[in-house]
């Protein structure tokens, strides 16, 4: 489970059900009207306008969002309501997931200034506890931690799998048993643990808790006074509850419990965020003047290795470059039930952050949110886009209904089927029951197939949240196929039982059928 914008191209293909949703997805990209803007000026009218409409078209519960420019702030405000129906104000606190890599990431690159950490020092010069059964590990650098380039990846690791760490020190041993996916610095492969190991690195060498140092060293001098890193979900505001989007509405759900501190642990309003985007356009100074790192460093963080050439991503954000050569420097986080995206304007130094008590994939509201923004940033009328599962989750029920349909008739016709295939050797039987076990095997498979596409590993249970009208359209069609499969087998049982016993039964097995008499005697007629 991907905690970062998983592209919509990247749901399709594995078997007819994504073959179909395919086709829902591309679907949506024709954006939902909305009212015509008088005006595309990025103010604090137009920012509402655009969100509120948002919020009511697609019945989204709670978003915060945060839009500055230069070293002021244009607008922060909350809309909706919290999971526990408290109103939404700028003052919400409410995690940010997977932007808290960028808050790691300078907190390394602070120690980088003072002399503290060489960025192409090997990772167990600092930390000798960070062992990995691949020997290769040991020259897995700082630098490559930061740029996701380590060579450690979910295929070797899936941390969201695994039972969850307390602390740091836990999480950093928990990988001694993990292997490489890859040569380290030859591919970038996201990975929640390489700012598990970052975090640590930042403890270690600071020799204070990860958290402290984060709210001495960022968070006091940013004047971000309602931000704190917390060790996992349960630690989060209401235990990071929040929502799942299903068949066009949104549905209550409990988040499990995970380990996040480095990696999505970070908990902050609107008001907080806005102060961190300005440092980030303002090249390391707040708002106030105080500056936390050098113009150099904010830049490095900003800009993606030349090697490899495989990814956008730098150290916490990931900077893509338009055809019109406009830029966005960007990262987005996402828990089950919660996302966020910020996005920085280098041409305009505009910086937009976007938080929603929706979770990933089904409920990508904060990148759509952002895209608008974005927009209105730069003299566009924002339109609203609605998250694709508004329209492939109708696609998803009615498949859903298909499946079931087909079961039901499978069943019902199950006894024919037997009289069918009854003298027919026992390996084409089973081959002709071999396509009926396939939805089954993409019910079982589903997490995996989805972690495939996503670069991420997760569980069912996880992508229940992910993406809920998948997983029950998977579990109707695995179970019709269950259903058909059994109701054929014990027909199939149950004509030959009857043939062997010289029974016509239900019309089979060989046996003749009495047709009439003729001349007094009994005339049959073949089976």
Known sequence: MKLITVPAGTRRRLGTVLAALGIAVAATVVPASSAPRSTAALDAASIDRFVRDYVEQTRLPGAVVAVTKGDRVVHTAGYGHTASGRAMTERTRLPVASLSKSMTALAVMQLVEAGKVDLDQPVHHYLPEFTLADRRSRDITVRQVLTQTSGMA????????????????????????????????????????????????????????????????????????????????????????????????????????????????????????SQWLIAQNNQGVSAEGRRIATARTIELTHTPPKDPKDTDYAMGWARYRHGDGTEEIQHNGQLLTHNATATLLPESRIGIAVVTNTGLIAGDDAAQISMGLVNLARGKNPEVAKPFSMTADWVLAALT?????????????????????????????????????????????????????????????????????????????????TAVITARALALVRHRRRARHGSGGDGGGGVDEPLGTRDGHQVLRPA
Not at 171 to 198: D, I, K, Q
Not at 211 to 228: E, G, I, N
Not at 427 to 453: D, E, K, V
């Open 154 to 273: 979910d295929s070797a690791y899936p941390d969201l799998t695994r039972a969850q760490p307390h602390t740091l020190e836990e999480a950093v041993a928990a990988m001694r048993e993990s292997p490489l996916a890859t040569v380290p610095g030859t591919r970038h492969r996201y990975h929640n643990p390489n700012y598990f190991v970052a975090a640590r690195l930042v403890e270690v060498v600071s020799g204070q808790p990860f958290a402290d140092y984060l709210s001495a060293k960022l968070f006091a001098p940013l004047r971000m006074t309602h931000t704190a890193s917390v060790d996992s979900t349960t630690e989060m505001p209401d235990r990071a509850r929040g929502y799942v989007r299903a068949y066009g509405t949104t549905f209550l759900r409990k988040h499990p419990r995970w380990f996040a501190a480095g990696g999505h642990g970070v908990v902050t309003t609107a008001d907080d965020l």
């Open 401 to 481: 209904l298909l499946a079931a349909g087909l079961g039901i008739r499978g069943v019902l016709r199950a006894p024919r089927w037997a009289r069918h295939t009854a003298r027919r050797p026992w390996w084409r039987t089973a081959m002709r029951l071999l396509p009926q076990a396939l939805p089954i095997l993409f019910l079982t498979q589903l997490a995996s197939l989805l972690g495939l596409l996503m670069n991420r590993s997760g569980t069912l249970e996880q992508t229940t949240y992910a993406w809920p009208a998948l997983v029950v359209c998977a579990a109707a069609g695995g179970l019709a196929s």
